[in-house]
């Protein structure tokens, strides 16, 4: 996939300095606030293992995994996939389905862990690709047991709205994005980010890989967040059927802090295709051109 970003025309000089800005931004930002999770997925070959380079390292890793229940060892390459671009690879979960057969096609914990959880802030960031528009109820991210038991879940209610439910322990609230704020379609990357502390509520941001990221959505509502050691599960409900993500994943990271929209944004412009390099040629005959107005210049003296 080769899809660059619809920028204003600048000169190259000014494209690079763009560029660089943004990658200084991007890691500026992940300085200053603890990246508890990312899975890049660009594991390549057979590899089953998704690794997480975030501070809460290999507990964190994900496992993949093809058939119901199987949560241990068993799983295939799921990252080689129509990528997004500027990444090598992908979660790929277009054989996950509607039949007992299709479904287990997606990522799971290793092994248990509470570090996502008892958090007074949190950013969750990623990028998705459905194969099919998704149904009220897939999941994207899911740590917690439901309504009570502490932690979060992440998950469509309906083919273009996202809904973060954040539990304190003995009752949640819902923080849902605007209705149409995810709307890019099926076959098409989607940019997704909420923003959320305990005492401010949730932001909603989204973009694509050629638009920037706006906010769509804004709830204010004060949720703790209650502490848990439910296993981390990426693209589905749990290890049984049913609420499973069709499509691909990819770049999904989670901070421990509630991020800006600047913030946010440079995230998104780290997994944008970065515009060419002019070529060797092409630099040095634009040295040359250069070369000869001066040239020019001084015989006009």
Aim: charged content about 10%.
């Amino acid at each position: 996939m080769n899809i660059h970003p619809r920028l204003p025309s600048f000169g190259s000089r000014s494209l690079a300095a763009l560029a660089l800005g943004a990658c200084l931004l991007a890691a500026a930002t992940t300085t200053a606030s603890a990246q508890l999770v990312l899975w890049s997925f660009d594991e390549a070959g057979t590899a089953t293992f998704a690794d997480n380079t975030g501070s809460l390292g290999n507990s964190y890793d994900l496992n993949t995994f093809v058939s119901n229940a199987n949560v241990s060892t068993s799983a295939a390459n799921l990252r080689v996939a129509d990528t997004l671009a500027g990444s090598a690879f992908a979660l790929d979960l277009t054989s996950t389905g509607s039949t007992g057969g299709a479904q287990g096609a997606h990522g799971t914990l290793a092994a248990s862990a509470g570090g996502l959880s008892g958090l007074t802030a949190m950013t969750i960031t990623g990028w998705f690709n459905p194969s099919a528009l998704p149904a009220n109820g897939t999941f994207l991210l899911r740590n917690s047991t439901g309504s009570t038991g502490g932690g979060f879940n992440l998950q469509f209610i309906g083919a273009q709205q996202l809904r973060l439910l954040v539990s304190d322990g003995a009752a949640s609230t819902n923080f849902n994005s605007a209705n149409n704020a995810y709307a890019a379609g099926a076959g098409a990357w989607q940019f997704f980010s909420v923003s959320w502390s305990a005492t401010g509520g949730a932001l909603w941001y989204s973009g694509t890989d050629s638009v920037a990221s706006t906010s769509n959505g804004l709830n204010t509502t004060q949720r703790n967040m209650g502490e848990n050691s439910f296993r981390a599960i990426l693209g589905r409900s749990g290890t049984g059927t049913g609420n499973a993500f069709y499509g691909y994943l990819d770049d999904i990271r989670v901070y421990n802090t509630a991020l800006d929209g600047a913030a946010i944004e440079a995230i998104r412009l780290a997994n944008v295709s970065a515009i060419p390099e002019p070529s060797a040629f092409a630099v040095l005959g634009g040295l040359a051109a250069l070369g000869l107005a001066a040239s020019r210049r001084r015989r006009r003296v």
